[in-house]
């Protein structure tokens, strides 16, 4: 079966928004990307406004990874146009891709801790694009940035922890360092790599509940690849799904049915 690529329509008679009315977090127009002769994308739209929580789904290899990273600068598109925060990703030069990224979180399947370090002072790395010399230890940081990690890990659920190593944590709770590190970046727009793919059950529903809270919470835009259908689900705004380097699915999760998205998958089984 083939999914049709399905968007929401605008309701009958509403005025279309203005672009001050909402801000636009990433917006991608006939984006393609190729490896050699491999076509990961193919010539996607995408447009997704600040505050939104968009769960990228679909198969492995589909080309949802390497969406992520042409939004993030680690990649320059083949052909087309992008727009992340108003900045062009690729046309910026070293310094203003750096700026560019210290604007937008990244939260890693592998968590991308340092784990000899406790939670305290891996949070209080994603300050560091602030700081202009590097740091070595807690005490080295400024009393304020000591004091906005703390609140940041006890908005996560890990005071107690802040002084534990990482890499005696567990994995859920090492990827709630990891988005109390983003909290501390201040982050306008996150990017989440299948961030509880490797966790079990419970411990994906509590790290993907913590993204979805913060991100109401703080009006940032999330942006997070998931395979697991229920969990899209369950706290998404919009599903996009991805298949052969195609968007064939686009519409707010309130009108979109599990059948949909399982469909997805199924079809690439098929191919």
């Not at 320059?76 to 700026?99: H, I, M």
């Not at 993907?208 to 395979?227: M, N, P, R, W, Y």
């Not at 259908?229 to 380097?245: C, P, Q």
Request: hydrophobic share 45%; with cysteine.
């Amino acid at each position: 079966m083939t999914v049709p690529l399905m968007r929401s329509p605008a309701k009958p008679g509403a005025p279309a928004p203005s672009a001050d009315a909402r801000r636009v977090s990433v917006a991608l127009h006939d984006v393609s990307m190729h490896f050699g002769e491999k076509t990961v994308l193919k010539g996607v739209e995408l447009e997704v406004v600040a505050g939104q929580f968009v769960a990228l789904v679909g198969p492995s290899g589909a080309g949802k990874s390497t969406l992520l990273r042409l939004i993030n600068g680690s990649h320059k598109p083949s052909s087309g146009s992008l727009a992340v925060l108003g900045v062009d990703p690729a046309t910026c030069g070293r310094g203003a891709l750096q700026r560019l990224r210290t604007r937008v979180g990244f939260v890693f399947q592998q968590f991308g801790l340092v784990g000899r370090l406790s939670a305290m002072e891996n949070v209080l790395m994603g300050a560091l694009g602030s700081l202009r010399l590097p740091r070595y230890g807690i005490a080295s940081y400024p009393r304020e940035l000591r004091e906005r990690a703390v609140a940041h890990l006890e908005r996560v659920g890990l005071l107690d922890q802040r002084y534990q190593r990482c890499d005696t944590l567990s994995g859920g709770q090492q990827q709630r360092v990891a988005i109390a590190r983003t909290l501390m970046q201040e982050a306008e727009l996150v990017l989440a790599d299948e961030p509880v793919a490797s966790l079990d059950p419970n411990a994906s529903v509590s790290v993907l509940q913590t993204l979805k809270k913060l991100s109401a919470e703080d009006g940032f835009t999330v942006i997070c690849s998931l395979h697991q259908v229920e969990l899209a689900m369950a706290v998404s705004d919009r599903v996009v799904a991805v298949r052969d380097g195609s968007f064939v699915l686009d519409a707010p999760t309130a009108d979109t049915a599990e059948a949909q998205i399982r469909a997805v998958y199924a079809q690439a089984e098929q191919d």
